[in-house]
């Protein structure tokens, strides 16, 4: 007996709502709608659809924009920066350069700034490849009108994601150097990790202490940063994959806590610093996700 195609493509469904929700909460909950929309037609016009992967994309798309839609309204009362809700991957994810990055958190942080229906179609097309007019029958819109909007979200996106490729093992160097220098109170060494003009944005949700605005500069972070081995007894810091890249993992006594730390790495330092602290995004953090496209 044939495996049944929602199982099958249990992975895909997950990723498509994730990366068009930004929280493995709410994509579960629209994995769940798919499942029981999928299973409330009954054996006989399960048996008769063409395409059962077409049938489910279009279905979770449709219940990850109803979400949205809610969701734009729950996060306007958010406390301080909102990020998305951080993935433990294993490294295999980084082997697919292309489903890695439009996972990376500075993606998804982009993708946050598109509307709802800009955010479907650039993850069906730019991401899974989709059809125009498999996009248009998930999105309600016209072949011709999805095209349009896919332009308009591409480049919106390429105005704004980061203009530099960088291998993982590089990547990890950075952070390496970045982590030895934090821990020991090196501030040259956090100066000479970090670019300039970089930024680091946290999200504590109302709940754990964070910056309740991005941190600009080198140098503000540097002082933001500087009392942490103050803090450091009892704390355990490693490198973690986290939405297909190397990130750092902390977990220590209060004021620490637990974050996870996304970077992104240009010409050798850290432009971007993005720390989750908020407790209710970082309670999967210990359950590595199965991702698929």
Do not use: C
Request: glycine content about 6%; overall charge negative.
């Amino acid at each position: 007996m044939s495996e049944d195609p929602f199982l099958a493509h249990r992975g895909l469904l997950f990723t498509v709502a994730y990366e068009m929700l930004g929280s493995a909460a709410d994509a579960e909950d629209a994995v769940q709608e798919t499942w029981l929309r999928w299973d409330g037609i009954g054996p006989e016009r399960r048996a008769g659809v063409r395409d059962p992967r077409a049938y489910l994309v279009r279905t979770v798309t449709r219940q990850s924009l109803n979400r949205m839609r809610s969701l734009a309204r729950r996060r306007e009362d958010y406390v301080g920066e909102w990020l998305p809700e951080p993935l433990l991957t294993s490294p295999d994810v980084a082997e697919d350069v292309e489903l890695a990055e439009s996972l990376s958190i500075a993606m998804l942080t982009v993708l946050e700034t598109l509307t709802p229906t800009e955010r479907a179609v650039f993850v069906l097309r730019e991401v899974f490849d989709l059809p125009y007019d498999e996009i248009a029958a998930a999105t309600g819109r016209t072949a011709a009108g999805v095209r349009q909007v896919a332009h308009r979200a591409r480049e919106h996106v390429a105005a704004r994601r980061p203009r530099m490729e960088v291998d993982r093992s590089e990547q990890r160097q950075v952070m390496d150097r970045f982590l030895a220098a934090l821990t020991s109170g090196d501030v040259q060494g956090l100066m000479d990790a970090l670019a300039p003009d970089a930024v680091l944005i946290a999200d504590g949700g109302g709940f754990a202490a964070a910056a309740r605005q991005p941190i600009l500069g080198s140098k503000l972070i540097v002082a933001f940063l500087r009392n942490f081995p103050r803090f450091a007894e009892g704390t355990e810091l490693r490198v973690v994959w986290i939405n297909g890249a190397p990130a750092l993992r902390m977990d220590g006594p209060d004021p620490v806590g637990t974050s996870a730390i996304s970077m992104v790495v240009e010409d050798g330092r850290i432009t971007k610093l993005f720390a989750m602290r908020n407790p209710h995004k970082l309670e999967r953090i210990d359950e590595e996700v199965v991702l698929g496209r």
